[in-house]
Nanobody
C-alpha cells in the first residue's frame, strides 16, 4: 500500500512564503519523478513544478523565479518552497509520484495525494 501525503499548506498574506512537503510512504522501492500540481477555484488542475530522479526541474511560467522544487530521495519526499506568493496562487496543491515502483510489483504507477489548501490574501 502506497500513500502520498501533502503538508505545509495554510493562509498567508501576499508576498509571504510557504513550504509544502509531500511524503510517499508504504512499500516504495523507487520513484522516477515527483510533481506538484494545483487547482485554483473554477479552474482545471495545472502543472506547477516537477523534479526527476537526477534532480532536473521544470516549472510553470507563472511560478518561475518564485517557487523552488526539491527532493530527498532517501525519504521519498518532495518539497515546494513558495516565495513572493500572490493571491492568484490560491489553490489546492497536489503532489504526484510519477513512475513509482513498489517492492511487490514490477510495474510503474502514478500516485496522487489528497491535496493541501494554500490561501494567499491581498
Amino acid at each position: 500500500q502506497v500513500q502520498l501525503k501533502e503538508s505545509g499548506g495554510g493562509s498567508v498574506q501576499a508576498g509571504g512564503s510557504l513550504r509544502l512537503s509531500c511524503a510517499a510512504s508504504g512499500s516504495v522501492f523507487s520513484i522516477n519523478a515527483m510533481d506538484w500540481y494545483r487547482q485554483r477555484p473554477g479552474n482545471k488542475r495545472e502543472f506547477v513544478a516537477g523534479i526527476n530522479g537526477v534532480g532536473s526541474t521544470e516549472y510553470a511560467d507563472s511560478v518561475k523565479g518564485r517557487f523552488t522544487i526539491s527532493r530527498d530521495g532517501a525519504k521519498n519526499t518532495a518539497y515546494l518552497q513558495m516565495n513572493s506568493l500572490k493571491p492568484e496562487d490560491t489553490a489546492v496543491y497536489y503532489c504526484t509520484a510519477v513512475g513509482l515502483r513498489t517492492y511487490y510489483s514490477g510495474s510503474l504507477d502514478n500516485y496522487w495525494g489528497q491535496g493541501t489548501q494554500v490561501t494567499v490574501s491581498s
